[in-house]
T-cell receptor
Framework: DAKTTQPTSMDCAEGRAANLPCNHS???????VYWYRQIHSQGPQYIIH???NNETNEMASLIITEDRKSSTLILPHATLRDTAVYYC????????FGTGTRLKVLA | GAVVSQHPSWVICKSGTSVKIECRSL??????MFWYRQFPKQSLMLMAT?????????EQGVEKDKFLINHASLTLSTLTVTSAHPEDSSFYIC??????????????FGEGSRLTVL
């Protein structure tokens, strides 16, 4: 069973920051949080991952709460190309995908 | 980043035939590979996990005799859909992970293979 909970869908205006939340209240101490996204009919694309510190790369920022029970993926300046389904996964031996968040970036 | 390649990207076959999908890690050794199936507007569903040289571990509800998985080398895994039927039509995606670069278990995904059974 998926160990994460995400909102089903979100809209974001182009050029604005998109904040995608994820709850993972049963995460254990050595499990990483990964974010992937899937654009229609393609394989998932890696975005970012973290353990307990906030992380930033060229695509996004990942904010993990101090208790590690939730995290937020931030796309700082969303573009139309960021329209996709975003999945938050807690790293276990089996990588189980939840339902993800369908982000629609609006012009 | 590490590259995983799937082939074919799409395939159409007649009901009753078998179809093989290949998944290759191009620039790293994939110690573990995962096979997923995705129906339209649904999430990825894990079918099985395979380690090189070992039998695949199938998820509950996935028929191991119908979905044959072979992981004979550290760079190649295959999924064979045997006696395919229209209900097997789906998007099949492989992914791989590696420990040879002291990574954190990041998954590398193939492009996916769309199977249509007539």
């Amino acid at each position: 069973d998926a160990k994460t909970t995400q909102p089903t869908s979100m809209d974001c205006a182009e050029g604005r920051a998109a904040n995608l939340p994820c709850n993972h209240s049963t995460i254990s101490g050595n499990e990483y949080v990964y974010w992937y996204r899937q654009i229609h009919s393609q394989g998932p694309q890696y975005i970012i991952h973290g353990l307990k510190n906030n992380e930033t790369n060229e695509m996004a920022s990942l904010i993990i709460t101090e208790d590690r029970k939730s995290s937020t993926l931030i796309l700082p300046h969303a573009t139309l190309r960021d329209t996709a389904v975003y999945y938050c996964i807690v790293n276990t031996y089996k990588y189980i995908f939840g339902t993800g968040t369908r982000l629609k970036v609006l012009a | 980043g590490a590259v995983v390649s799937q082939h074919p990207s799409w395939v159409i076959c007649k009901s009753g035939t078998s179809v093989k999908i290949e998944c290759r890690s191009l620039d790293f050794q994939a110690t573990t590979m995962f096979w997923y199936r995705q129906f339209p507007k649904q999430s990825l569903m894990l079918m099985a996990t395979s380690n090189e040289g070992s039998k695949a571990t199938y998820e509950q509800g996935v028929e191991k005799d119908k979905f044959l998985i072979n992981h004979a080398s550290l760079t190649l895994s295959t999924l064979t859909v045997t006696s395919a039927h229209p209900e097997d039509s789906s998007f099949y995606i492989c992914s791989a992970t590696t420990t040879d670069r002291a990574n954190t278990g990041e998954l590398f995904f193939g492009e996916g293979s769309r199977l249509t059974v007539l």
